[in-house]
């Protein structure tokens, strides 16, 4: 499979990926509603989730990568580690405050559920950025 | 700050003397993969690093990178004998 064919399918897979944790969230949240869907719907977006995780994620080493001990990195591995955490702090920053004017502005409650997702997210975000830009370990 | 490309003969100094890119990556202490990026200069070492790699090589740093393009090592040798 050639480069761009492999980091175009790379995108789209991380791109499901990052939709399926909300509305997987949200799903949860209004479970009630949803009625006897409820079970199709949260399935169908967790079995997604996990899916696109195995594939831009674990497959790939990316998720490993942005957790290893930085002494086990040589100088051009931490350079690449150095841009993904700068983009994923940014990145989470806007992310919470967005968030917390959702909180401010609407009765949306703050679980145990969203908080996990923030924490994942938070975690997440570095390999998000390797996997986006193609760039290696 | 845009850095600039530093040339290297990396490749080449490496093949000459036999060397895997895991056998060199071993001797300078990172990663193999790090020995192609230096290779296809799509990374610029540090300046720990490019001491390590004349080290290696027992070769003058200016001999091993460059700023400006490096010419073949032939006719460095051809321009010397004359």
Known sequence: MSEIKKNRLQRISITIHLISLPALVCTIMTGDQLGSWFQIVAGT?????????????????????????VKNLDERELEVSRRALRFAYSVFSIVAVLLLFCIALTSLKVGVLMA????YLAHVLPAVYLGWTGEKR | MQSRKIHNRIAILRQERGLSRKELAD?????????????????NPSLDLAFRICEVFELPIDFVFSTSPLSPMSQELMNQNK
Do not use: D
């Open chain 2, 27 to 43: 001797q300078i202490g990172v990663n193999y993969q790090t020995v192609g990026y230096l290779e296809r200069e799509e990374y």
């Open chain 1, 116 to 119: 996990a997702a923030m924490l």
């Open chain 1, 45 to 69: 977006f967790l079995g997604l989730w996990m899916l696109t995780f195995y594939f831009s994620f674990n497959r790939t080493g990316l998720f490993n990568f942005t957790h290893t001990k």
